[in-house]
């Protein structure tokens, strides 16, 4: 591969990419659009096209449409989509993506692979014997899926940020981990490379960390690493069925599936998912079904993989839900979706109700008024019914209708409403989203008709009757999962991580007094919620006497103050020094007052009689020492024994007490 062709609008930014490639021998040619890619390609051939792409891969899609018609070069992508993680999620694959920075090193090992293995172009993993290559191509993310997929047993390897890390796999289970120090920082325990599962397991259990937080907190850390690699450049990936198992395996216990969800949305923010993928709404998302599945997945990836089996817009099948954009996202790089340009032009067609005709648009064919705003309601109602839970989809809302009559009840007249039989003289539009709204009202009745679940919310909804909460031992653990984590973000300043893990904690367990403090000192320094809204949560806290109350006080006059209630801040502020005399934090905020009502001069004249009291107390103190060393120490009267008292004070009278006893 001598003459390269680089597509690229910013011949700036392209200069390090160019210097890349000419650095290896390589004829590189710079175009700006795809427009001029195809012309210079008619005159001109090339053996490599690079297409430097934006942010939604517009430029590298077009030209993977246009040159494979005729099999001509091979096209590789790099620039801000594949930085973002967009290189494997479109219909339009090309041979190789090279993530940013492109240096001489990534830029040899592609063409080397390509040299070797010719144009191939990347598509879902089928055979994990082929796993050996670099991270853009073998995402860590769906080498694991596509292992628990096979229930594979084998040690998968990743050379990631000069750091070697290993996973090792059975039956498509991690049953042990090296190369992750920080495995279990959420607890304050640190673990060194060569430690597996079993020792650092050992470790937590010795610090007093029960083995089962202690796994689950591994499981996440884990998945939040994998999660963290997507568009991730200069790493190798292999994986190594042959491989020999661990002496002693740890199984961890959560699914690998809930692993990697739960690694994309810790390691993934929303606002970056929706960043990312809010300009492709127009897209049509389309589920992968050729050897794949979507088992084991959090509830709304299995409901949007659902409804991706019809090609609907990304735009209609997520809504303002930020689960929907994280399930969306969580499909699209395991390969469980992919996106699709959308057709621009339809044919004529006649309404399937109606008899009419109807125009062919971008978003399919034009409704009449009258079904258009039967669609608008029941978008709507699907979106409402997105944010629900399952017994909100119901409409259970006391605890007498937490029955399996009641659910039962509820659910014949939701799916008659929904039934697709229903729609079937409709629209195709129409059709679609009554469907999506019957599957959410089926999933909702799966749930609450099994009995524990159902149990649960009985007890939910009969506690908030009484005005109470009601939490369970499973809510209370995954509080403290994500207590232990937050505290951990909080300490590092990380603030927006520590805010994301407190609230997810309040919402497992409001009744924490430890979660809601920390969250409400977390909202008050982020600005995140008001003072009023803060003190509403942490003044009603019942927290034990010392410094954790010491704490509570000191923390409610800081939001007394940022209300105006001097008096009250300060007054708070004495009680937090009296319930802990070290609370040197509000020592300063009363030193500042009394500077502010008496005078520096007056708190100054007031610090050094302090200062001189403490050093006449310490001077008494000394005195009365000395007089007790005197007791026992040396004394030289007539008393003493003199020498033939064997020595001084106690021992010397005791001495020549002993000896005028022998000699009488």
Known sequence: MSRILLVSADEQA??????????????????????????????????????????????????????????????????????????????????????????????????????????????????????????????????????????????????????????????????????????LVDHGISIDDDDGLEAAIGKAVAAGVRPDLAMQSAGLHIGTEIAAMVGRAGGMVFFDPAAEAPPRPVPL???????????????RAVAQVRQTLGPLRGNRLVAVTEGFGPGGLPPSALRLWRAAQSGPALGEVVGDADADWQAADLLLQLGLARLEVRAETQPLARSARGGGRVRATDDGPKLDTAEQERLQELIAERARLRELDAPGILGITASADATARGVEQRFRLLSARFHPDRYSRDSEQLARVAKDCFSLVNDAA????????????????????????????????????????????????????????????????????????????????????PPEECYALASPLIVPEGRARSEQLQHLGELLLALGKEDQAHRAFRQAVVEWEDNHEAKRRLRLHRMRTEGVDAVRAQDRADRDRREQEREQERQRKDRRQGLLGDDDGPDSGGSGGGGGGLAGLIGGLFKRDKGG
């Not at 216990?253 to 390691?267: E, K, N, V, Y």
């Not at 805010?499 to 320094?525: G, I, N």
């Open 446 to 529: 799966s749930i609450l008709r099994q009995p524990h679940h159902r149990e649960e919310i009985f007890k939910r909804l009969e506690a908030r009757e009484r005005g109470q909460v009601y939490v369970t031992d499973a809510d209370r653990r995954r509080a403290k999962m994500h207590y232990v984590a937050g505290e951990a973000a909080f300490r590092r300043k990380q603030t927006d991580q520590a805010l994301k893990e407190l609230e997810r904690a309040h919402d497992a367990d409001p009744t924490d007094w430890k979660v809601c403090l920390l969250l409400s000192r977390t909202w008050f320094d982020t600005g995140h919620r």
């Open 14 to 183: 392209s200069a390090a990419t160019i210097e890349a490639f000419r650095s290896l021998g390589r004829l590189v040619l710079r175009v700006d659009d795809a427009d001029a890619a195809v012309a210079h390609l008619a005159e001109e051939p090339a053996d490599l096209v690079v297409v430097d792409t934006d942010a939604t891969c517009a430029s590298g899609r077009e030209l993977v449409r246009r040159l494979r018609e005729d099999s001509d070069p091979a096209v590789a992508w790099t620039g801000q989509g594949v930085a973002s993680g967009l290189g494997l999620v479109f219909a339009e694959v090309p041979d190789a993506v090279l993530a940013p920075p492109v240096t001489m090193a990534s830029a040899g090992a592609m063409l080397g692979r390509l040299e070797r293995e010719g144009a191939r172009h990347l598509d879902n993993l089928r055979d994990l014997s082929e796993v050996d290559g670099p991270i853009e191509h073998f995402p860590p993310l769906r080498v694991l899926w596509a292992a628990q997929l096979a229930r594979a047993r084998g040690m998968l390897e990743l050379y990631v940020d000069e750091r070697e890390r290993e996973l090792h796999l059975d039956g498509g289970r991690i049953v042990d981990a090296r190369g992750f120090p920080d495995l």
């Open 253 to 267: 216990p959560t699914p690998l599936p809930l692993l990697l969800a739960s690694g994309m949305t810790q390691a």
